[in-house]
Structures are given as C-alpha cells and as structure tokens.
C-alpha cells in the first residue's frame, strides 16, 4: 500500500448531473483522491485515451449511452473497477450492474463516507486478488449453495435463506477458507469495510446469527466450529462451479 | 341459502327461465285440452243416455198390449210379468232379424215401477243438470230424473245380461270401469225408464299429445335458443379471459377480434380502447415515477455530499437524518407505485430467516427487538418486498410503541403469520381503519419531528396483498380496559 503515499487514487467520475458531480469531486480531492470528471458516457471513452484511471464511479441512468453499457466496456476492456451509483436501488439493477463486471454499487442519495469506504475496499481487494476470473463462481458445501454475485444463499432443498451484507461477507471469509482456523481479527478485518457501523460489532455476535440460519442446531454448530484459544473453522469442504454449469 | 344446481352463467339462466315458461305455457293449455275433452266426454254420454231415454219405443215390439211394459228379467220387487203373453211365433230369418235389436234394447233399457236409485247411492247432479238441459231441448219435461254411479257388479240387471251374453260374445271392456245409470219418469206415468251406459274410457292420446308437442318445442326452442346464446355469451366468456389476463400482465399484446352479435362487437372494441388507455396511462405513471426517482435523488444525493462540508457536526448529523427522511419517504411512493407489478419473481424463501435477519438490521442500529427464532418457514415469496413490509412495521412500533419491539412468526394453515407487537399507547379504535390510508400518520405523531410521510402501513398493507395475504392492525387491551399496546400481522400464503 505504499503506492496511497507515492500518486494518489485516480478516479474517474461520470455522472451527467454537475449539481452531484462537482461536490462530489471536491469531497473526493478533499479525502486524497485524484479525480477527473466527465458528463458523459462518451467524454469518459475520450479521457480513457490519455489516461488510465484506478477506478471508475458510474452513473447508471445517463443520456446516450447509458452507465451500464459503458461499465462493460471498462470492465471488460480495460479491467477497470466500477463502482456503479443508482437512483433506484432495485435489486434489478444491482444484480445486473455486478453481473455485467460492476465491483460494487451504492444507492443514491449515499452516504459520502460510505462511498470512501467502498472506493477503498474496492481497491484493496483489486490489488489483493488481482483480476478473479472465478469472482461469480457459485459456492457449494454440504448441499447448500451461496451465488456470490446475487448474494443468494439456498439450503439443500433449494430454499433461499435471506442474509444480511454482514453475515454474507462472513459466509464468504470462510468458504474462501475452508477448514482454517480464523481468527477474530483475521475475520473481522475480512469482514469490515462497507458498513461503517460493523467495525465495533463484535465478531461472535454475526457469527452466531450465521449459525442460527445455516446449522441445524444452532447451540451443536456442526458446519462453523469454535476453537479452542479464539476462533472459528468451517468444517467442510467447498466446491465451486460456474453458474448455469451445475444443476 | 344458494340452489345447488341453479346455473351460474347467463346461458344456464337464459335457458332455465325459458324452459320454465315454456312449462308452464304448456301445463296451461294441458289443462285447458284436458278440461275440454272432458266436457266433450261428459256431454257424449249425457247424449247417448238421452238417446236411449228418448228413442225407447214406447212399446216392446213383441207385446201386443198398447200400453205393457216390455218384458223384463228385472228382479224388481214388482215385475210386471203378470201382463205377460206368450211370444209370437216368428220365422227362424226374422228371428235373427229380432235378436239384435232386442238384446241391445234389453242391455240399456228397463222399465220399472220404483226409482233406480237405490239406498246408498248418491245422485250425480252434475249429469243429472247436463240430461235435464238436453231432454228439455227434445220437449220433455221430466217428473224426476235420477242419475247416479254404479259398479257393473252392483247391478243385477246388467250382470244377468252379462251372464246371458258373455258365452258367446266375450267379456266386454267396460265392465271393469262401471255404469252409469239414468231413470227418467215421465209425466204422467207410473214406470220408470233406465238407461245404463258404461263409464266412459279415458282418450289415450290427450296427455301423451301435449307431452310429445311440449318435448318438440323444447327441442327446437331452446336448442335454437342455447345455439344464439352462444353466440353472445362465446365473446363475453373470451373477454372475460382477456381482462383477467389484462388485470395480471398490464399488456395490450393478445387483444380479441370483435366477435358476435352487434352489441358484443362493440363492447369489446370498448374494451380494446380502454385497455390501450390504461396501458398508456401506467406506462406514463411509471416513466413519470422514474424521473421522480431520478430527478430528485441526484439533487439529494448532492445536497448529501455538500453537507459533509457543515463544520457543525450536530447540524450535518440534522441535515443528514432530514435527507434520509425525505429518501425513505421518496423510496416508499416509489414503492407503492410499483408493488401492483412486482418485476421479481417470487422465490422459496425461509421466513424465519428472512424475519431474523430484519431484526438483526434494528439490533444492528442499536434498536430493542426482540425475536423469538423458531423453526423454518419456507414459503414463495418476493423476499425483497416482505422484508420492506416487515421493516416498516418494526420501525412503526419503535417509533410509535415506545421505543420497543416484539416479533413472532408462527404458522396457520397455509398462511404464515408475521406479528410484530408494541407496549405503546395503541392508536384509537376510531382510526384504525383510516391508518392504513395513504399518508395517514396516527394523533399522537402528527408533529414533522417524529418522520415519515404515513406510507409505511399502506406499503405494507400492499405488499401483504400482493402475497396473497392481508394486513391487521389492532389494540391490545389488558385485563381492566386499559391499552396494553398495538399489534400488527401480516399474513402472507405459503406457496
């Protein structure tokens, strides 16, 4: 992470409405980052000639070609991150702006912390993972099965089992890791990073939630083991397979 | 109370109402033919008994005495057998010649001296009145007239005829049905006449005609009449299709051809009209609601990001919560306006997750609810509307229920029933009703400060229906009256 000292972020800033644009690059430049802004889909494909950004933050809804169209562009041209903004906030959108590349969204009217939060936990697992051709690979372990991209968790009958962003990225931590013992900081610093309010929750209290939804007995947890000395395991295995490549 | 087998559609009804008046019509002029052939019947024999009367020869052929009953085997208390002669010898031609007349004479006609009424029997006035009319129609005047019913065995008159002829000549078949008996004395004479004529038989073809008539009319009549009926009710049963259909896609594709009589065709070109306004109209509503969407929460997305800049933290921090009041308003029109055409598609989801993982949001926020987790409740629902409805009703109770929560979720036949109860003061019965109104926010929190445009009940209330469920909203009362606090329920159907 030195790189956050040496040049700041680059961000690439399209939104066809400059009552948003403008504060918002300002509070961006204001938090570190460089930011260039462009009003359309088509000033974005200009500015992409001479430089190349970090990230981008797309508009969906934009006059011509719209922010979705151009998302696949980046995304799968120049294997950019994307961080969509919507005004709608239906999973439609969601579903369809992470299906087509996009690393994250946030909802207008966002929280502009949050939005940093995000930039930064977009980034990290950018230059973590590097591009992950196996990012939608869809979960499998004892029956059950979490799509990554829909956020969709359905237990061995095939009935979806609803979990919040939190238990989600907890579920995540340990299907990336099977049957290691993670530690509580291990998990939590996996864990932290898109809602502000889950870095003082405490580890063992999303863990048991995850429990009750996904063990049979939640107070015999078979499936995510305590260990001794501080931390948990997931004792199974975890297969992954391409969506639609299974059933 | 319902007929169990009155028919529902129009085709039934029209064809049972016709069918009944036809049966009625048809009992009538049953009736009338029937009362008219009687009459016809009655008159005949009256007739033929006054024929007998009338037409009896004054004198047996055979007696040579002028004024001599003729001869009778009648085991009358007073035979005048002492006016007897001995016969007159006949040649063996006329003889036969004699025979026939003589035996039908002697079957119906006898002559006696006392009434033919005998003790027991009841005179037929009726016949009596109808023979008076005709013998006075032939100038004679009755001294008395008798008329009355008799069984063939009661009638020894008869029966020795019967036994004289039945040897040779078979048993007739009017025996069986009776006689009846007619005396007549005349005017100045001392001898009674007595006809006797058997009952006569019923005409056969009387009711079997109007029942084979009634049959052929029905048969054309309400044939022809299901076969047009037809006509009309085809269209209306194919428009009724297509307007459901209409009421659950909202699509114009699969119009119906005009069709049938006149008055069809123009009620479902009508209906074709509207369906293209209603159509356009939602379209309009939703192009116009997106652009609410769009058009108001870039603006507030922007006023979010120039308050970070308020130096005042508990001023930014009142900025903030004022903005998200109005996103959460602006979010819940939204969503009312698209709860009637939800665009995903309903999946088997545990609802005992699903409430969980709500509640944990409030926990999460720092908010007391509580959640009594229990088994799982799979059920096909659209799991991102059923969270919305049960999160408004959560921060309803937190917000107007004194700051505390209780959520249960249990089972009752096929429906699943989601409570979430508050300890606060409850709403007046009076109101309740009106609460789940648009923009309806209870007494107690009229005041701005307290958020929210009143459409969490009323989203909720849409989201339960577009399962297949409802909502209730009620008080709780302890044991002396008192409010103990509100409950509201969403039920939504399991499958």
Known sequence: MTSENAAPTRILLVDDEPALREPLAEYLIRQGFAVTQAASAAEARTVLLNQTPDLALLDIMMPGEDGLSLCRHLTEAKELPVILLT????????????????????????????LVARIRSVLRRAVRSGPAPQEDALYEFEGWQLDPVKRRLTDPQGVVIPISSAEFRLLVAFLDHPRQVMDRDRLLDMVQGREAHLFDRAVDNQVSRLRRKIEDEAREPRL???VRGGGYVLATDVRRSLPGAGA | MRLRFFPRSLLGQMLLAVA????????????LLYRASEQRR????????????????????????????????TPSPTPPAEGRKPPIPVPPEAREEQERPRRWQRLRVEHTLISPLRPGETRDTNRENLLREILAGQGIEPAELVVTNRAVSDDPYVKQRLRDTEKWRGRPDWV????????????????WTVARVPHPAPEPGAVG???????????????????????????LAALTRRMEQFARTRETDGQLEPAGPEDTRRLIEAHNEMEGRIAALLDEKDVMLGAIGHDLKTPLAALRVRIESVEDPVERDRMARTIEDITRTLDDILSLARVGRPSDRPENTDLAALTASVVEEFEDMGEDVAFGEGARLPA???????????RNLVANALRYGGGKARVSLRREGDMAVLRVDDDGPGIPDHELGAMLEPFRRGEASRSRETGGAGLGLTLARAIAEQHGGSLRIANRHHADGTVAGLTAEIRVSIG
Do not use: C
């Open chain 2, 20 to 31: 009944a008046a036809l049966l009625v019509a048809q009992a009538f002029s049953a009736a």
């Open chain 1, 87 to 114: 005004a709608k906030g239906e999973a439609m959108d969601r579903i369809i702006g992470l299906e087509i590349g996009a690393d994250d969204y946030v909802v207008k009217p966002f929280e502009p912390r949050e």
């Open chain 2, 380 to 390: 096909l629902i659209r799991a991102t509307w059923l969270r919305r409805a049960l």
């Open chain 2, 176 to 191: 069986d049905r009776g006689l009846i008996v007619a005396g007549l004395l005349r005017k100045g004479e001392k001898e």
């Open chain 2, 209 to 235: 005609g109007i029942i084979a008539q009634t049959m052929i009319i029905y048969v054309m009549l309400v044939g022809g009449l299901a076969l047009l009926l037809r006509r009309i009710t085809r269209p």
């Open chain 1, 224 to 226: 995510i083991q305590t």
């Open chain 2, 42 to 73: 009655q008159i005949g024999v009256a007739n033929g008994l006054a024929f007998q009367l009338v037409s009896e020869p004054r004198f047996d052929y055979r007696e040579a005495g002028p004024n001599l009953p003729p001869p009778s085997h």
